[in-house]
């Protein structure tokens, strides 16, 4: 995926939005946000996740964590979808803002581009305080995200935060299940950090590498 990556900064671009117009820098001040983007306004796909998202919108303000669409089209198109979108979803309210990109202008700046289509992706970034991508989705235009695996990808990136980066979630994880130790923190570390204690697994190699531990 040419362009910005896991680890880049955001650029700061001046958006507009269907709530008001920002820099992004100021939208994602001091919290964590997802930044997804849509081909087009008033397409099947699009108008079931964008009503996705807006029945999930308590569960990421919950986690103190902001939305952000885009789709490629204009601030009145938005305006006028936004209806159908909430239509289709019963229980969804588009409380987020969806950015304008009717000229696909912002997209290729935001590396939300198909490769192979040589246009408008389904892609999402979660983004830290710190303005910097931590995780990327890049789907086709053909296939719509799950937004449960969002949020269980945005859980793990919270939790691995929160513990300074020294655990990580095992496959298929979700809150309140344990978390594996990174292998860069040593068993001495280990036993400091976890006071409830930890469990090496017992594996043919007796590296003792995967140990688990529990911090809910
Ligand atoms: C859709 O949202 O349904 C869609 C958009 C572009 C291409 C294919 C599907």
Redesign the pocket.
Known sequence: MPGITLGDTVPNLDVETTYKNFKLHDYFADSWTVLFS???DF???????LGAMGKYAHEFEQRGVKLLGLSCDDIQSHKDWIPDIEAFTPGSKVTYPIIADPNKEIIPQLNMIDPIENG?S?ALHIVGPDCKIKLSFLYP??T?RNMDEVLRALDSLLMAAKHKNKIATPVNWKPYEPVVISPAVSDEEANKLFPKGFKTAQLPSKKGYLRVADVS
């Open positions: 849509h081909p087009g397409t099947p796909v699009c108008t079931t996740e408008p389904r235009s053909t719509g």
